[in-house]
Nanobody
Framework: QVQLVESGGGLVQAGGSLRLSCAASGSIFSITAMGWYRQAPGKQRELVATITSGGSTNYVDSVKGRFTISRDTPESTVYLQMNSLKPEDTAVYYC????????????????WGKGTLVTVSS
């Protein structure tokens, strides 16, 4: 079993900050990329930020300069520091990890957390 557990969501006023955390646990051989998606009410899920095992990062344009993704590789944990939050950042944020459960696993697979709600009030 593999589990990804998010924490850190909540209600914040526009201009405020939140820090999301996501810890992966269970039978994991290796993790390549980790990151965050979000889904706002009535909208499709979108990729927010990713970070590879080598530390390379990528962000959706709407959060560049405001959000920072980081990773504690030994702890299989990924963070999302969100600053200057806007009402349009309101969404459920989902963590994911692209991983192999065993050394002999044929392919890398994505595993998902259950999500954490971020609400930004105007």
């Amino acid at each position: 079993q593999v589990q990804l557990v998010e924490s850190g969501g909540g209600l914040v006023q526009a201009g405020g900050s939140l820090r999301l955390s996501c810890a992966a646990s269970g039978s994991i051989f290796s993790i390549t990329a980790m990151g965050w998606y979000r889904q706002a009410p009535g909208k499709q899920r979108e990729l927010v930020a990713t970070i590879t095992s080598g530390g390379s990062t990528n962000y959706v344009d709407s959060v560049k300069g405001r959000f920072t993704i980081s990773r504690d590789t030994p702890e299989s944990t990924v963070y999302l520091q969100m600053n200057s939050l806007k009402p349009e950042d309101t969404a459920v944020y989902y963590c994911y990890a692209n991983l192999k459960r065993y050394s002999y696993s044929p392919s890398w697979m994505n595993y998902w957390g259950k999500g954490t709600l971020v609400t930004v009030s105007s």
